[in-house]
Every structure is written in C-alpha cells, then in structure tokens.
C-alpha cells in the first residue's frame, strides 16, 4: 500500500525537519518539536511519500483530521489531493485539515463547489519583532520595562537565568507540578496533554534540538521556557513559558531573559496563539505583534 504511516517518536528529529524546510511557513506548525509536543494528545501519524513529502493523520475524541502535507510549493497540489486519496478510498471518511497556513492555501486555490476554506482567528499566531522584545525599548514597551525592572529590584542578589537542558529536568518537573497546582481545577481543556508533552520533551531533550531556559529566586526554579529555531524563517518559536504568578514581572522577565540568551539574534519570534482566551489575548497583545501566521480549516464537502 502506498501510505506507510507511523507514530512520531523523538527519532523522527533524524527525518522530518528537513521537510519542514521545503516551504516557506511562520506559523508555530512549521517545526518537529511542535508535532513531537503534541504527538500524544492527538496520536500524530506521519508518512514519507515518494521521498518528497509528508502527509499526516491526526484523531482526537474519535474524529479524524490531517494537517498540510509538507512538501515544495509545487508539489503541494498533488500531496494535498494524495491525502484527500487516503482519507476517502482508506478511511473511508470526507477530508478535514486543520491549522493550514495561509501560504498553503493560496497555493491550492481549491475549488469552493469542493472545499469549504474558513480562517481559525484563535488560532493565529502572534508574530513580532526579535530585537523589540529583547531590548524593550521605547515608550510602548514602557510598563513591560517597568515590570522587569520591579523583579530585578525586589529580588536583586537572589535571582538568576540559567540555560537548560536535560540534566534540568527535575527542577523543571518540580516546577511544572507546582505552577499546575496554581492553576487549579478551572483551566483550559489542553493544559494537561500540555503538561504530558512537556514531560515528553524533556524525557527525550537531548534528541530533539529543544532550547530552554529557566529563573531561579533563591535557588529554586520560578520560571522556565522552551523554544526551537525555524532557520528558514529566522525565527524564534516559543513553546512553552511557565512562570510563579505569584512573583511580580516574572512572566515579563523570563520572557526578555529567554530571547536574549538562547536567540540572540532572531528577527522574528512567534509566541503561538491565544485560543480565543480573553486573558491570553490581552497578554500577546500587550507585547505589540507586528504581524499574525493566519490559519485556516479545510473541508471537503
């Protein structure tokens, strides 16, 4: 049979990456270690075809979906339609794509008498300025300055950035039990499978080119982030950010201190989306995005 899928596993960081690079993308989609976070929540399936793309299934609560086939622009037609293939004749289901990136479906320009095409706004990613978000300069970065400053004062002598990596990871999973314990019963629905991908990360951190980095206050950790490099874009994608709520400007300071020592020289930096949360969105907002990645479901009619 033509399509061979498999489970992504930390291996697959042998394979998929240079996939990612056969076409232009700044949406956080656009690298392996945002498959390989979210492998397990919604049991991501690849397949090489033809040693020229990547065609890819996904299922959660029972539906199934695939996202844009990773190939060159001018083989996307084909790949597209290779999944469309798979889903009717195999799985005997009409297509449904989720978090298309904007390039892509320009390219298709698929036919609406076939294909219904709607944007996913609280799915767009927030896209801004590296040097911006480093330097905090000028007036509109102002109170995110302020807020910085406050952490350095209040915990001046008693704090510290720290780049991680796997020999970290106790003082990361401690965190990580703590910081869930604020958040309580009341969350968003994707925290948890959130939580057990980054523990999934840093099982295997060594394999998968992940850039970390944490704050301590007192020799404990307060904050910690994950990011990974899109070379084609010159972009910075953060994954994760985790901080004490608790602790005034920590959020603001891990988020500066993350960029200027793991991507010091990045253009662009994409902080991922706000999933429709007014809180999430007031915070990416306050950061003053220079752009959005737009996404867009598609479905076959």
């Known amino acids: 049979m033509r399509w061979n899928f498999k489970q992504v596993t930390a291996d697959d960081v042998k394979i998929l990456p240079a996939y990612f690079k056969l076409r232009p993308n700044r949406t956080c989609d656009s690298v392996f270690l945002d498959s390989f976070l979210w492998k397990d929540y919604y049991h991501v399936e690849y397949c090489v075809c033809d040693g020229k793309a990547v065609e890819w299934k996904m299922q959660v609560n029972g539906e199934h979906f695939a996202a844009i086939p990773l190939c060159r622009a001018e083989d996307l037609e084909f790949y597209f339609f290779d999944t469309k293939k798979y889903f009717n ?8 794509i989720y978090l298309a990136d904007e390039n892509a479906v320009e390219l298709l320009d698929l036919d609406p008498a076939e ?11 927030y896209l801004y300025d590296g040097e911006a978000l480093r330097t905090l300069a000028g007036k509109k970065y102002h109170k995110k300055k302020n807020h910085v400053n406050a952490f350095m004062r209040e915990y001046e002598g008693r704090y510290e950035y720290r780049t991680l990596n796997c020999s970290n ?29 980054i523990h999934s990360i840093l099982n295997q951190c060594q394999d998968l080119g992940v850039r970390m980095g944490g ?44 960029l200027i020592h793991e991507f010091p020289h990045v253009s662009l930096v994409n902080r991922e989306d706000d999933v429709g949360l007014p809180g999430l969105r007031k915070a990416k907002q306050s950061y003053h995005p220079v752009g959005f990645a737009r996404k867009f479901q598609i479905r076959e009619l």
């Open 89 to 96: 004749e195999v799985l005997g289901i009409r297509l449904k």
């Open 115 to 125: 294909f219904a095409v709607e944007e996913q706004p609280d799915a767009a990613d």
């Open 169 to 197: 990871r106790n003082d990361m999973w401690k965190f990580l039990d703590r910081w869930r314990t604020m958040k309580g019963a009341h969350v968003e629905g994707t925290l948890d499978p959130e939580v057990e991908g």
């Open 215 to 258: 704050v301590y206050v007192d020799g404990q950790m307060e904050a910690f982030s994950m990011g990974s490099y899109n070379e084609a874009e010159d972009m910075a994608i953060i994954h994760i950010e985790k901080a004490n709520p608790d602790i005034r400007g920590m959020y603001a300071f891990i988020n500066q201190q993350f």
